[in-house]
């Protein structure tokens, strides 16, 4: 089974930067893409970025692309999301998560996610 345990997140003023990690367990980190996606209160899903975590391939969100990036750390089973220039519109519960398929779009397996607050 799936096991996401996401860290990291807390208040940041805008413009500031943040880095969330997940750390994973229960199956085979290197088979799998893992992604992440938040929700603010009020508001839908949104899917945020994505790692094919042998390929290294990626997909980042257009309203966060060139502020945060994902990231894969093999060797420990991680992956990371690097936040930039954060906005107070970036506030919300960001999950770690798998995609039910390559689009990121749709998610069959969470953590119980983590909070970013960005407020001056």
């Known amino acids: 089974q799936f096991h996401l345990v996401e860290s990291g997140g807390g208040l940041v003023q805008p413009g500031g930067h943040l880095t969330l990690s997940c750390a994973t367990s229960?199956?085979?980190?290197?088979?799998?893409?893992i992604g992440w996606f938040r929700q603010a209160p009020g508001k839908e899903r949104e899917s945020i970025a994505c790692?094919?975590?042998?390929?290294?391939?990626?997909y980042t969100a257009a309203s966060v692309e060139g502020r945060f990036f994902v990231s894969r750390d093999s060797a420990r089973g991680t992956i990371s999301l690097h936040m930039s220039d954060l906005e107070s519109g970036d506030t919300a519960l960001y999950y770690c998560a798998i995609p039910t398929n390559s689009d990121c779009e749709y998610w069959k397996a969470w953590g119980q996610g983590t909070q970013v607050t960005v407020s001056s």
């Open positions: 229960g199956f085979n980190f290197n088979s799998w893409i």
């Open positions: 790692i094919n975590t042998w390929s290294q391939t990626t």
